[in-house]
Nanobody, 114 residues
Framework: QVQLVESGGGLVQPGGSLGLSCAAS????????MGWYRQAPGKQRELVAT???????DSADSVKGRFTISRDNAKNTVYLQMNSLKPDDTAVYYC????????WGRGTQVTVSS
């Protein structure tokens, strides 16, 4: 079992920045991949960014150049730094960790609005 606790999120103006973090506990040695999904009202959940244990990253085209995912293996924590935020980035952001199954955080709201 893996437990995930997210922090960060909130309200930010367009063009602003925000950081999210996700701390994992439990069977962390079995985690293969961590990352973030997001879900906006009325839309399907969208993969935002992923990072492997070795540090290989990937991200959606919609956030490339603006969002950066990173990982502190000593703290079992994944971070998502979001810059140049747009109203379209407004969503609930969910942290995930994959072993042989997926584990999810509870989600944190990010609202980009003036």
């Amino acid at each position: 079992q893996v437990q995930l606790v997210e922090s960060g999120g909130g309200l930010v103006q367009p063009g602003g920045s925000l950081g999210l973090s996700c701390a994992a506990s439990g069977s962390v040695n079995s985690i293969i991949l961590m990352g973030w999904y997001r879900q906006a009202p009325g839309k399907q959940r969208e993969l935002v960014a992923t990072i492997s244990g070795g540090g290989t990253t990937d991200s959606a085209d919609s956030v490339k150049g603006r969002f950066t995912i990173s990982r502190d293996n000593a703290k079992n924590t994944v971070y998502l730094q979001m810059n140049s935020l747009k109203p379209d980035d407004t969503a609930v952001y969910y942290c995930f960790a994959s072993t042989y199954k997926y584990y999810w955080g509870r989600g944190t709201q990010v609202t980009v609005s003036s």
